[in-house]
Structures are given as C-alpha cells and as structure tokens.
C-alpha cells in the first residue's frame, strides 16, 4: 500500500472530523498501528482540531465545578453502593478479597514487565489488555469467575508474547480500501523452532460457504499454508504451516472450498518479500 | 493521570478543559442553559469512561473533546430537543439549524478571523460534520451536493484550518 496516497485521500481528515463511517474508522485505527507516518499526520490533524475547538473557547459559570464534581462524585458513590455476593459455595472458607487483589495485582505487575519487554507492535496490543485489567482491578468487587477469566487471558497473552518476542521475522500482509475488501494480518516466523503463526487484525467474516486461505510462494509455486479463521480475540495467534524461504505469502477468499492453486481474481492481499527485508 | 480514576485529576481536567469545552457545546447546542447540562453530562461520561481511554489511539484532548461535541450533537438530535425545535426541521428528516451556517454564534475574535478566512462552502461543511455530527449522505442532503464534493471539500477545509492554525 502507499502510505502517501493513503495520507492524501482524505480519509485522515474525515476520520479528525467525526464523519467517517465505523468501517473506515476501524480501518484507520488498524492503519496507525501500522504505519508511523500515518499515525504521525492524524496526530498533526488532531492538534488542528484542538486548537479550531481552543478557539471557541469560553468560561462555562464558576457554579458549575460543584454542580458537574458533585456529579461525579455521586456516579462514584453510587458505583460503590451496588455490592456483588461472592461464590463462596466452592470452597469451605469464604475467599478473602485481599488475596484476590494480590492475584490482581500480581498479574498486573508481571503484565507490565513482560510489557516493557516488547517491542511497539506488541507493545500496543497489550495495553488493551492491561487497560481491562486495570478496569477490573478498580472496581471493589471481583467474582470468582472475573479472576479465573484475567488468569485466562494472562496466560494466553504471555505465550503470545513468548511467541512474538521469539519471532525472527514479522511480516504485515494487508489490503486498503481501494481493493475488494480491507484486510490486515500478521504472520510471525520462528525460525529456530520451524514455526509460523498468524494473527489475524482486520478481516470480514467469509461469506456463507467461502473460506480464507492462506499461500506461501516458493520457488514462483503455490504451498498452502492453511485456512484463515476470524478469532475471537484479536491477539490470537493460530500456528500454520512453516514454509522456506517464501517469497511472497498471499491471502485469499476461496468461492469453491479449498483449492489447490491461487486464482489470481481471488487473492484478497498479498506481500512479497523482497520489500519486506528478510 | 487519568487512567487511576483519581477524583483529583478530574478537577485539573475540568479547570484545564473546561472553557474549550463548553465553548464547543454551546457552539453545538446554542443555549446556555442546555450548554451547562451537556457539559455536566460530558465531564460524567470522560469519568466514566477514563479507563478506557487509550494513548496508542489518540491524543487526550483530541478524546475528551469528542466525547463532549458527541454529547451536544446527541442532545440536538434527541427527540425532546428536536420537539422543541419544530419551525426548523427540514423535509427530509434531518435536523439542520440554517442559522448555524451562516451565523458564527460566538463573540471571540479569534474564531471570527480564523473563519473568516475560510470560504464558505468550506466553513459550511464544517459546520455540519463537526458541530451537527452529519454524516457524508446528511451532509449531502443537506447541502444539497453531490457525495463526493462533501469529502473533497471535507479534506480541503481541513487543510486549510490546518495552515490557518499554524
């Protein structure tokens, strides 16, 4: 994709303003993750935005700070008030509220080392999970069930991560707005261990019978890499086949089930490997 | 700052924010009085909301600001604002206050010169995608041209403010 006609298509400005639609903005948030640039001209747009919004500005009336602090004050109270009864019927001590918070808070410290520890793709992804977590450690109450899901998740995040900072190469396969649908994936290589994973950021649900699948190009043929499936969650990383030195890995929806050659008027993205370094 | 849900953030956030805020929310709304509830309503939500809120996607101005003009546009787009508001609404169904396009309803200068400067197919435009939350198709209708001239001159009154402001 070119990032400089991505930038000058507008799509930028209409994403600052608030009119475009949830799928373009959903495209712009993958594309900003993505490419620096872009991230860097809808921060330039953002501060635009700000300083028209400065310009209008105007003191609100001083009895309004209690009015609207009361108010927030008084969502709080009432977040307070509402209590969740524990399950205590598992055990034959009632759990105790502070051990669950040195679990919370245990998880959450060993989460932001293992943060610290990446490099910026990872490093965005997981903040949404850190960002739930934090949430949830907020609130006074935490069920049994809340817990048993964040140890889920963190156990799930750190094999990924395991995964991700393993990975000696990394390779983004996505598709603009300009083609037949947007799409962006990731495809990470272990190279030492023969193992490579997919993880799947942006793509439609296949139509009722079609099915992603994803190709490898070795020596100018075709090697199947295995169906592409919607996760879901959106840092999942699902192992396929590993391939040799691919030269370009393709993405396509298949209309016929799974095929055996690529049709070019199939293929949804693609990327090749010589502007990909390695 | 923002993220621990520290009432005492919130204060800072509220001096520091406020004025751009209900500057924008009275720009939207065009009363005081229904100004000060959105504003209320808007500080509400950002608290609310404030654990949510994440940096790799935006900047926290940029956030809290469109969490304020989407609560002014929601309340002119409600059913009892609208109701009270009858005389203008257009045949088509769209909420659309003709006096906001060729009115800049604020008395600082500065906003004055700055939109001024822009002409006014473009500061129409902003008018309705920014302050009135239209979509492209509403903006459209609206303004009565065609879709696609509704983006270009989108991308161009932006890039323009964008050179105006620096």
């Known amino acids: 994709m070119n990032v400089r006609e991505y930038i000058e298509s507008g799509i930028l400005e209409e994403y600052v303003v608030g009119s475009a639609s949830e799928q373009e903005r959903q495209e712009v948030e993958c594309m900003l993750r993505v490419y620096p640039e872009i991230n860097e001209e809808l921060n330039k747009l953002s501060k635009t935005l700000e300083q028209f919004a400065m310009l209008h500005q105007q003191a609100p009336p001083a009895h309004l700070r209690d009015r609207v602090l009361a108010a927030i004050a008084a969502t709080e109270a009432d977040e307070a008030g509402r209590v969740v009864p524990m399950d205590t019927t598992t055990s034959g001590t009632p759990p105790q509220k502070n051990d669950y918070f040195k679990w919370v808070a245990a998880a959450a410290i060993a989460l932001l080392l293992v943060t610290v520890a990446l490099y910026q793709n990872v490093k965005t992804q997981l903040s949404d999970k850190s960002m739930q977590l934090s949430t949830v450690s907020g609130k006074s109450e935490l069920t049994a069930d809340q817990l048993k899901n964040i140890k889920t998740d963190y156990i799930q995040l750190a094999n990924q991560v395991s995964i991700m900072s393993h990975c000696d190469m990394k390779v983004k396969m996505e598709a603009g707005s300009e083609c037949k649908q947007s799409c962006c994936l990731m495809i990470y290589c272990d190279g030492k261990k023969q193992e490579m994973y997919v993880q799947v950021n942006k793509l439609k649900p296949a139509p009722e019978g079609d099915l992603y699948q994803l190709w490898a190009v070795v020596d100018d043929k075709p090697v199947d890499m295995g169906r592409v499936e919607i996760p879901n969650d959106s840092l999942a990383l699902k192992p396929v086949k590993f391939v040799h030195h691919a030269q370009a890995f393709v993405l396509t929806l298949e209309e016929n089930g799974y095929d055996t050659v690529i049709h070019e008027d199939e293929i949804l993205a693609q990327v090749s490997m010589d502007h990909q370094g390695m | ?166």
């Open chain 2, 1 to 166: 700052m923002l993220k621990s849900g520290d009432r005492k953030a919130m204060e800072i956030l509220y001096d520091d924010y406020s004025p751009a805020l209900y500057g924008v929310i009275l720009r939207i709304v065009g009363s005081e009085e229904t100004a000060e509830d959105v504003l209320q309503d808007a500080f509400v939500k950002i608290w609310k909301k404030s654990a949510s809120y994440d940096a790799s996607k935006g900047r926290l101005f940029t956030w809290i600001l469109n969490i304020a003009r989407n609560s002014a546009i929601d309340m002119i787009r409600s059913k009892s604002y609208k109701g009270s508001q009858k005389n203008q609404s257009m045949d088509n169904g769209v909420y659309y206050r003709e006096t906001m396009v060729s009115t800049i309803s604020t008395d600082s200068i500065g906003v004055r010169e700055i939109v001024d400067k822009l002409k006014p197919e473009h500061r129409e435009v902003i008018d309705c995608v920014y302050f009135n939350g239209y979509t492209h198709t509403e903006a459209a209708k609206a303004l009565n041209i065609p879709l696609g001239t509704v983006k270009t001159r989108i991308k161009i009154a932006i890039r323009e403010l964008k050179g105006l402001m620096n």
